[in-house]
């Protein structure tokens, strides 16, 4: 190991330790950031002049959104990886070119991005299952996210390279910032100034630019171990090959759900109206928010497991693995039981409507019935990633959205109707953990193996 190697507490510190360290920040922060949505939400469903319909409106925008968030993860989650095992190999250059370079390419997504969808916007949102009843509502609303695109999507993925830079705290205040300026804009423009669905946005764009300006202080001011060198910034195709690379699992699991919430939608119009549109929404804000913790427990374990893979400690990057998992499944637990017991109070927090209430709290029963196995899912397909297999990390990742919800999703109503659409999810919980389990115990036993040969090697360097 090289001195910056020893020196780095990610290679010496206490595992449970780093966790805590690392991912307490993440989940809070990504709490944090799900509660842009859930809020959202919240407050559109309980605004008279929107309700139910709102609802609707920004369940159907909900997938556009996500594709947004799916090229900022392609560059940001994908560029902090790469930044993270350069760092534990001691290349401290490569991972200042990586920083420059996610950032560059975060810039010309969102700008390509908020063009394409200021001049395709309805054809967008009717493909993504807007009735005619709901899109006023969804366009008001994307009109203003496409305009904000251009910080949302850079800062949610500079803000991975906070953390990767061994600064997670700063990493967990960046999104409380916006998060908290969302929460007090929302009412303001929804409510004071009667700006309904354009207000719910403008107070998104809005907490979003002052995250955006606080990570490139971070970043420019120096404030960080790693500077932002300006003259990185334009793409080098090396670099961005690597970084779509270790990126495209998240990208395509976040296509994934962008088909997903599709293809969910325009059966729910087709089976249930706009109301089974609106209370899916509610669930998938409900999901989102249960989730949530585990994503930022990712996040925080992935550079541990990163660097100790790159210096050859696949001792501690089993532990840390396992101690994530167990976190992880900890997590989903408890949120899964507080879904248990209080369907009903969940659902009426966002609308009172009775007949969304009813198809709410009935559709989540059944779409969380496997729910608690998903922790471990998300965690283990993940480890993939971290040690830079993304070809393993993304057919993992795919298995319970695309390989297995989306074809049960067209599979099931057939059959059985709204049933078989909602019981699309358990199913491909179920199947996608177990798939996922064969997978990562099978190269666990891998990485044992290379650690005994390490171990033989260095003996016979003594002997």
């Given at each position: 190991m090289t001195d910056e190697q020893k020196q780095n507490p990610l290679g010496y510190e206490k595992i449970w330790k780093l966790l805590v360290k690392f991912s307490l920040p993440a989940i809070v922060g990504m709490v944090v950031t799900s509660l842009y949505n859930f809020?959202?939400?919240?407050?559109i469903g309980n605004a008279p002049d929107l309700g139910a319909n709102g609802l609707a409106g920004i369940t159907i925008s909900f997938p556009v959104m996500i594709l947004m968030m799916a090229l900022g993860i392609l560059f940001g989650v994908g560029g902090a990886t790469l930044f993270s095992i350069k760092l534990g190999e001691g290349k401290k250059d490569v991972a200042e070119k990586a920083l420059g370079n996610a950032l560059g390419s975060l810039l010309i997504a969102a700008v390509v991005y908020c063009i394409v969808g200021q001049i395709f916007m309805d054809p967008i949102l009717r493909a993504f299952g807007a009735s005619e009843t709901i899109l006023p509502y969804a366009r008001d609303y994307m009109r203003v996210i496409f305009v904000g695109a251009i910080f949302m999507m850079t800062s949610l993925g500079m803000n991975n390279f906070i953390r990767a830079d061994g600064n997670p705290k700063v990493a967990m205040i960046t999104m409380f910032f916006g998060a908290g300026l969302n929460i007090i804009l929302d009412p303001i423009f929804i409510f004071g100034l009667n700006m309904g669905m354009t207000g719910a946005a403008l107070a998104t764009a809005l907490a979003q630019l002052a995250s955006f300006l606080w990570i490139m202080r971070y970043f420019l001011k120096g404030k960080g171990n790693v500077k932002l060198n300006k003259?990185?910034?334009?793409?080098?195709?090396s670099i961005v090959k690597q970084i779509v690379s270790l990126g495209t699992p998240g990208f395509a699991l976040q296509l994934a759900n962008s088909?997903?919430?599709?293809?969910?939608?325009?059966?729910?119009?087709l089976l249930g109206g706009d109301i089974?549109?609106?209370?899916m929404g509610i669930i998938n804000s409900l999901m989102a928010l249960l989730l949530m913790p585990v994503i930022g427990l990712r996040q925080g374990a992935?550079?541990?497991?990163?660097?100790n893979y790159g210096a050859q400690n696949y001792?501690?990057?089993?532990?840390?693995?396992?101690q994530s998992i167990f976190a992880g499944t900890s997590i989903v637990l408890a949120g899964y039981t507080l879904t248990r017991i209080f369907p009903e109070e969940l659902i009426l927090m966002f609308n009172q409507n009775p007949d969304l209430v009813e198809f709410g709290v009935y559709a989540l029963g059944i779409w969380f019935l496997f729910l608690p196995v998903v922790g471990f899912q998300i965690v283990a397909s993940n480890f993939f990633q971290a040690i830079g297999r993304p070809k393993s990390a993304m057919i993992l990742t795919l298995s319970r959205q695309a390989i297995l919800l989306i074809p049960a999703l067209f599979i099931f109503p057939i059959f059985w109707g709204m049933e078989g659409l909602l019981h699309a999810a358990p199913?491909?919980?179920?199947?996608?953990a177990a798939i996922t389990g064969v997978w990562f115990f099978r190269s666990v036993r891998n990485l044992e193996a290379d650690e005994e040969k390490k171990r033989l090697r260095a003996q016979s360097r003594v002997s």
């Open positions: 809020v959202d939400r919240i407050f003259a990185y910034i334009k793409p080098e195709w088909l997903l919430n599709t293809v969910l939608n325009r059966n729910l119009l089974a549109v609106g209370g992935q550079p541990i497991i990163s660097f001792d501690r990057v089993k532990t840390a693995t396992k199913f491909a919980d179920f199947f996608s």
